[in-house]
């Protein structure tokens, strides 16, 4: 049984990373209308928002694979406005909800696609990647990176969360994928803020931006 389990969790995680955006969406909407992930829709007082806030007043803010809506409905509310983009329309119904719901309809808005190929209208202060890059093939990690810094205002911040660990100690192993893209983030940007903290699966947050000198070029 475990190494069926373990074989079903390699082929769904290949597919989201992997395959065609049709796979893709037709996966997540099937979870977030079953609600497979009801216990995650409440994450307040999650540890990227102190670092998000820092750097979202009366800013305007792209969320990359938003899912439900949480940030968008449990970060401060000194923001200017808010994009959230995910492949999941059924993900994205219950943000737009949600966000009617906390009265902040009118700037928060939202966007269906692949965050692989999504053309972003404009440009940001702060472009949230949320437990996002998991989704992200390792070798496309810098590009996709790249792609979206093109979208950021003068000294405008790239943040990053991911959980680093299976396990709830800080001396635990890391997972080998999250902390080769962490290392990925950390020796091709500018890191301006980075934080490690001691909860289940050791979330890091890293607050980066491009690098804007010869040393971007290598």
Request: proline share 6%.
């Amino acid at each position: 049984m475990y190494i069926v389990d373990r074989t079903a969790r390699f082929v769904r995680g290949f597919l989201l990373s992997y395959g065609p955006s049709s796979v893709k969406k037709r996966f997540w909407d099937k979870e977030y209308s079953q609600e497979k992930w009801t216990f995650a829709y409440n994450t307040v007082g999650d540890c990227v928002y102190p670092h998000l806030e820092r750097y979202t007043k009366n800013a305007a803010i792209l969320d990359i694979g938003c899912g439900s809506g949480n940030t968008g409905t449990e970060m401060a509310g000194h923001y200017r406005s808010y994009l959230g983009v995910d492949i999941s329309e059924a993900a994205l119904a219950k943000a737009r909800r949600r966000s009617q719901e906390c009265g902040r309809g009118d700037k928060n808005s939202f966007a269906c696609s692949d965050f692989l190929t999504y053309v972003p209208p404009s440009q940001y202060d702060v472009i949230l990647f949320r437990e996002s890059l998991y989704h992200v093939p390792l070798g496309r990690v810098k590009e996709t990176l790249d792609r979206y810094s093109a979208y950021l205002k003068h000294n405008g911040v790239l943040v990053v969360r991911l959980f680093a660990s299976s396990g709830d100690s800080p001396n635990g192993k890391d997972k080998p994928r999250p902390a080769a893209m962490l290392r990925i983030v950390e020796t091709k940007f500018e890191v301006l803020e980075k934080a490690r903290y001691n909860l289940p699966g050791q979330p890091i947050v890293m607050v980066v931006r491009p690098i804007m000198g010869p040393e971007a070029l290598s």
